[in-house]
């Protein structure tokens, strides 16, 4: 019904003559006789409609108790202010076709990987383990910007495992019977609780979904418990040990560290003996007081000390470097120092063009612009990384091969980026670690086992 339909019932007796003879109620097809039915009583009538069969109003009649009709369906047509837009809570991995969501970033470990040689190369690293290749930085956004950490953790860890070949299996029990997401996962972890575990747990945070609740590692554990994949917590009191954090740091190097390989060619030797290699171990997730983070390796500094490499949640990758990681580190120009710029001027001068080497650019803005491929790891240069640490089968972490745009990085800022000093370690005490075994899914009466949040004390 339209609003002009609307005016003519409610105004009817003013628009038409008393003489119009018997009239139908446009609601429930009742006569109306004009000797008998005064306009007041008309209105009574559809005041009847409007209201619930119980309202007092009107002729008690049970010819005029019909079901109520809302009165919403009456009122004009208005103009409402558009709805805010909804925040995204979408997730992605690295093996779906579309390109991943804006606060998601793949392809960082390969990059991370060409960095660390680079620096190696100049003497600051010495050597330096990674994560799983495809392991996935995924940052918080506007609506989870200063409670979602640990949901956000949790997914650079889903992504990792959907994405592993060691337990295939695991996929299915992450995506069904629905898949990873911020508030999915308060779903999984509620629903966890109905199930009977985790009970200290439910008691303190009780309602979960729709929330801005904190949660730590003891939540993602549960929630892994309860769909069959096999994790445990590591605890780390560093006030009851002499080595303080190096026993945190020791025990992160024996998990990332690569078991030695029988080395049965050549071939095994010299990969055995590369200072920056990427493994199939999944991220682990470190939870200390006010926030966590996802470590995806280490590095050992020229001075010895031992460096965290981590995903954070709340420091997204510059633009540049999202940009080079989804292209490939095909497309990536390392930038050279200072003092290497100046010193190929002198040893490299390139005055009569005869030159094998790259000529001199007249400006440092015409530099940018002037790139070779070389396949040496030289820093003497300018050089465009050669594509051998792409994701294998071809994937390019779901992004077009269109994006050939090439990007300049200098590697000390990339690996800067994601490095986690000992002098930033040191200022907490107690941290708890999550990791993943990776071995076969628990069944029914393994879970049971665990709905009880236990972990292991190493200090």
Request: glycine letters at 4%; proline letters at 7%; a neutral charge.
């Amino acid at each position: 019904m339209d609003s002009d339909d609307e005016i003519e019932i409610i105004g009817e007796s003013s628009s038409r003559p008393s003489c119009a003879g018997p009239t139908l109620c446009q609601l429930c097809d009742m006569n109306f006789d004009s000797e008998n039915f005064s306009e007041f009583q008309r209105h009574q009538h559809y005041e009847a409609h409007f209201n619930s069969s119980s309202s007092k109003q009107g002729p008690s009649s049970d010819k005029f108790r019909k079901p109520a009709i809302p009165k919403d369906l009456f009122k004009p047509c208005s103009f409402q202010l558009p709805l805010r837009k909804k925040q995204a809570d979408e997730f992605w991995y690295p093996t779906l076709s579309r390109p991943p969501p804006d606060n998601y970033c793949p392809g960082l470990i390969p990059l991370l990987k060409h960095a660390l040689k680079k620096s190696h190369t100049k003497g600051n690293t010495r050597r330096a383990v990674l994560c799983y290749e495809s392991a996935t930085h995924i940052c918080v956004e506007a609506f989870d910007r200063r409670w979602g950490c640990g949901y956000r953790n949790f997914l650079m860890a889903c992504a990792a495992l959907m994405d592993q070949q060691i337990q295939s299996i695991y996929f299915a029990l992450l995506d069904d019977p629905f898949p990873p997401s911020v508030r999915n996962l308060q779903r999984w972890i509620e629903a966890a609780w109905k199930e009977g575990y985790d009970r200290e747990g439910a008691k303190d945070l009780r309602n979960l979904v729709d929330t801005d609740k904190w949660i730590g590692t003891a939540e993602l554990y549960t929630a892994f418990t309860f769909r069959g994949i096999p994790s445990q917590l590591v605890d780390f009191d560093l006030s009851k040990s002499e080595k303080g954090i190096q026993v945190m740091i020791d025990w992160i190097v024996r998990y990332f560290s690569p078991p030695n390989p029988k080395q049965d060619t050549v071939t095994d030797v010299l990969r055995g003996a590369s200072p920056v290699v990427a493994t199939d171990k999944m991220p682990l997730v470190l939870q200390f007081n006010g926030h966590s983070q996802t470590i995806v390796g280490y590095e050992i500094s020229k001075n010895g000390d031992t460096n965290l490499l981590v995903f954070d949640p709340s420091r997204p990758p510059r633009l540049s470097m999202r940009r080079a990681a989804i292209a490939g580190t095909s497309s990536v120009v390392w930038e050279q120092s200072r003092t290497n710029q100046v010193l190929q001027s002198v040893m490299h001068p390139t005055s009569n063009g005869r030159s094998s080497k790259l000529k001199r650019p007249s400006s440092s803005s015409d530099m940018q612009q002037h790139k070779r491929t070389k396949s040496s790891e030289s820093d003497d240069e300018i050089i465009i990384v050669e594509n051998f640490d792409e994701p294998k089968n071809g994937r390019e972490s779901g992004v077009s091969a269109g994006q050939t745009q090439p990007s300049t990085l200098d590697p000390s800022n990339v690996v800067n980026h994601f490095r986690l000093g000992m002098s930033k370690l040191k200022r907490k005490q107690n941290y708890q670690i999550l990791y993943f075994p990776m071995t076969d899914p628990w069944s029914i009466e393994e879970r049971d086992k665990r709905k009880v949040v236990t972990s292991i004390s190493c200090c």
